[in-house]
C-alpha cells in the first residue's frame, strides 16, 4: 500500500514562499515517478510539476515556470514543492501522486495524498 502524506500548506501573501512536503516510504520514492498537483476552488484538478524515479528528469506547467521547483530526497523518502513568488492565482489544495509514468495527466497517477491548503492573499 502506498501513501503519501502533504505538509507545510497554509496562508501566505502574494510574493512570498513556500515548501510543500510528500512523505512516503522508502519503496515509493525510489519506485515511483511523484507529481504534485493542485485544484483551485471550483475547478478541475490539475498538473503543476512531476519528477522522475531517477530524479533526472523533471516536468513543469507553464505558469509556474521559473517559481517552483520540485526535488526528492531519497534519504528522507520526502518529494519537495519549494513554491516561490507565490501569487493568488496559485490558492489551491495541492496534491501529492505517484505514478509508473512520468506523465501530467491526473488519470495516469495511482495514489494520492489527502492535499494540502495553500491560500495567497493580495
Known amino acids: 500500500q502506498v501513501q503519501l502524506v502533504e505538509s507545510g500548506g497554509g496562508l501566505v501573501q502574494a510574493g512570498d514562499s513556500l515548501r510543500l512536503s510528500c512523505a512516503t516510504s522508502?519503496?515509493?520514492?525510489?519506485?515511483?515517478?511523484m507529481g504534485w498537483f493542485r485544484q483551485p476552488p471550483g475547478k478541475e484538478r490539475e498538473f503543476v510539476a512531476a519528477?522522475?524515479?531517477?530524479?533526472?528528469?523533471?516536468l513543469y506547467t507553464n505558469s509556474v515556470k521559473g517559481r517552483f521547483t520540485i526535488s526528492r530526497d531519497s534519504a528522507k523518502n520526502t518529494v519537495y514543492l519549494q513554491m516561490t513568488s507565490l501569487k493568488p492565482e496559485d490558492t489551491a489544495v495541492y496534491y501529492c501522486?505517484?505514478?509508473?509514468?512520468?506523465?501530467?495527466?491526473?488519470?495516469?497517477?495511482?495514489?494520492w495524498g489527502q492535499g494540502t491548503q495553500v491560500t495567497v492573499s493580495s
Open positions: 501522486a505517484a505514478s509508473v509514468v512520468l506523465a501530467e495527466r491526473p488519470t495516469d497517477y495511482t495514489y
Open positions: 522508502t519503496r515509493t520514492v525510489r519506485t515511483y515517478n
Open positions: 519528477i522522475a524515479w531517477t530524479g533526472s528528469n523533471t
